[in-house]
């Protein structure tokens, strides 16, 4: 007879990673709602998180995400559709197109840039500069390992 898996006696930290995620996910949408941005979904996060201001393929985008192209290309048609997004032909490739912000998403992008950088200051004053720092340090490094072992 087998026995059950143990469970950890503490939450794991993929755990505590994830509930960070998810809860920073949701401000930033929270946020873009408040700043009078409806349209703005948890998915249009993977388009924030990689789309500079130079634009970027699609495939690339996925690939920086994680996710397939299908799904990417999925996001981007929806916020081309809200006017968020704009396709223009890539000058490396006239069979490529590039994933550029149109002037309303370059607003919403700065805000939302704005307040990635109120949470980093809230974080700061809450935990303390040395106490973040040393938070960001380690989630740094758990991604560095486990891209090292991939």
Avoid: C
């Amino acid at each position: 007879m087998s026995s059950a898996p143990r469970r950890p006696v503490h939450v794991p930290l993929i755990a505590l990673a994830y509930r960070a995620y998810r809860a920073m996910a949701a401000d930033m949408v929270n946020a873009a709602h408040r700043a009078g941005h409806l349209s703005i979904k948890q998915t249009h996060n993977a388009i924030f998180a990689t789309l500079g201001y130079e634009g970027m393929r699609a495939v690339d985008m996925a690939a920086r995400m994680g996710i397939t192209r299908q799904s990417m290309g999925e996001i981007i048609r929806e916020m081309v559709d809200l006017g968020i997004l704009e396709m223009r032909p890539d000058p490396t490739d006239r069979r490529a197109k590039l994933v550029v912000y149109s002037e309303e998403g370059r607003r919403i992008a700065a805000e939302g840039f704005a307040h990635i950088q109120e949470l980093d200051r809230r974080f700061t004053e809450e935990f303390g500069e040395e106490e973040y720092q040393t938070a960001r340090r380690v989630l740094r490094r758990v991604a560095q390992l486990l891209n090292e072992d991939a």
